[in-house]
């Protein structure tokens, strides 16, 4: 049937229930605040790397814009952890009436 021991304790592990337990609140909004800070990295990611540039003569010269897209801060990562967590919430439903 199994050769070693150890054969029967992962074929028990494997059929056994696995236990996961609930998050605190703190671990909850540690996890949301995360994911805000990734999803702003991203963005900016995005954006960086479609940053506009653009070239005009005025007069006699030729005049270069270049425009960066901002770094996110903690105010904009804090208001993206915050519609995270509002969904999550569910505090912002919309009723079917609304389109």
């Known amino acids: 049937m199994f ?5 029967f304790a992962d074929f028990m592990k494997s059929v056994a229930p696995q ?3 609930n998050k605190n609140g703190y671990e ?9 800070k990734d999803q702003c990295a991203l963005e900016y990611g995005f954006k960086y790397q479609g ?3 653009e070239q005009r003569k005025e007069g006699n010269e030729i ?6 897209p901002e770094i996110p801060g903690v105010d904009q990562i804090l208001e993206t952890a915050n519609k995270f967590y509002d969904f999550v919430e569910n505090t912002n439903k919309k009723s079917n009436t609304e389109a």
């Open 19 to 21: 236990v996961k337990t």
């Open 51 to 53: 940053w506009e540039m």
């Open 3 to 7: 050769k070693t021991p150890q054969d």
């Open 28 to 36: 909850i909004r540690t996890k949301i605040l995360e994911m805000a």
């Open 63 to 68: 005049v270069t814009k270049v425009e960066m």
